[in-house]
Nanobody, 116 residues
Framework: EVQLVESGGGLVQAGGSLRLSCAAS????????VAWFRQAPGKERERVSC????????YYLDSVKGRFTISSDSAKNTVYLQMNSLKPEDTAVYYC?????????WGRGTQVTVSS
């Protein structure tokens, strides 16, 4: 069964850190471009960060540059998002995504809440 399962969300004070994990099963995550998206209440889902399967280049949303780091571990078939210096505006449900031109996979999301 193809699955992406996120974990690592929670409640943290502003300035704190969290590391989100996205465990893939049923496919090899390094064969796909992978990304983290987030959606805050009343807002559209936005792409936070991604790694391209073509050249392993990375992308970061301007508001998270210098604070968030995306990485992957092929041995664990897992993608991570290290989030430092968290701000209340980072509060959202974070979703893991993996895709190529033919397939798209989404996780169910993990809640991140940053208190001021």
């Amino acid at each position: 069964e193809v699955q992406l399962v996120e974990s690592g969300g929670g409640l943290v004070q502003a300035g704190g850190s969290l590391r989100l994990s996205c465990a893939a099963s049923g496919f090899t995550v390094e064969d796909y471009s992978v990304a983290w998206f987030r959606q805050a209440p009343g807002k559209e889902r936005e792409r936070v960060s991604c790694i391209s399967s073509a050249d392993y280049s990375t992308y970061y949303l301007d508001s998270v540059k210098g604070r968030f780091t995306i990485s992957s571990d092929s041995a664990k078939n897992t993608v991570y998002l290290q989030m430092n210096s968290l701000k209340p505006e980072d509060t959202a449900v974070y979703y893991c995504y993996a895709g190529d031109p033919d397939r798209n996979y989404w996780g169910r999301g993990t809640q991140v809440t940053v208190s001021s």
